[in-house]
């Protein structure tokens, strides 16, 4: 193997160490003076909790440098609108772009937690658990229940904190039908990374 190849293969095997660290360093300056506390600690809980999963779980089961990619993106999104609100992330020049008055940043936070269909079906084939078909109709349907879940969750938490902690957790800014359409980003955010799923064929020993 020549050098060039040497070096190119260790960096694709150190790409999920490079991802978590740029993750940490942001996350860390993100815990700095959040917007609101309570409502940081409360959007921060699924970000650890899924980070620690899969740090825990790496030496035991490693997914493609597609999959850790595409799980990055919605650590990254997650994590800053939990230190400024979703609905105040300074995002205004993609509303500008669109012609609205509303802040976009949730429906691209949503859209992210869609990519985490690709490395569910991922895991389920690599296992064996079932063939790419039925393990993208099961990533598919995971990631829409998981989008209900968490519109029940974000309703619960606003009824229960209440006040201006309860109203920028929710986040619907004035949308009745905000749910909705947070749970159409999430359905859209896993169609395309199942398309991109059945593009690269993950299905071997991660790259």
């Not at 609101?36 to 409360?42: H, I, K, T």
């Not at 997914?63 to 105040?88: D, K, R």
């Not at 349907?141 to 309860?166: L, P, Q, R």
Request: aromatic share 16%; glycine share 6%.
């Amino acid at each position: 193997m020549s050098a060039h190849k040497s070096l190119k293969k260790s960096a694709a095997t150190m790409l999920p160490h490079y991802l978590a660290l740029t993750f940490l360093t942001l996350f860390s300056a993100l815990a700095v003076a959040p917007v609101f506390r309570e409502v940081w600690l409360a959007e921060i809980i699924p970000v650890v909790l899924i980070f620690a999963g899969l740090v825990i779980t790496y030496p035991r089961f490693r997914f493609s440098n597609t999959a850790y990619v595409l799980m990055f993106l919605w650590l990254v999104c997650h994590t800053i609108g939990a230190h400024y609100t979703f609905a105040n992330v300074p995002f205004d020049w993609v509303s500008q772009l669109l012609g609205t008055e509303r802040n976009m940043f949730d429906r691209l936070a949503h859209f992210t937690i869609g990519l985490y269909a690709f490395p569910i079906a991922e895991w389920l084939v690599r296992r064996g658990e079932c063939p790419p078909k039925l393990a993208s109709f099961f990533a598919l349907s995971t990631i829409m229940a998981v989008a209900a879940g968490y519109e029940i969750f974000e309703w619960w938490y606003a009824m229960i904190a209440g006040g201006d902690a309860g109203i920028e957790f929710l986040g619907s800014q004035g949308d009745i039908w905000d749910a909705q359409k947070d749970m159409l980003a999430d359905t859209l955010g896993a169609i395309t990374a199942l398309v991109l799923f059945f593009t690269l064929k993950p299905y071997g020993e991660p790259e």
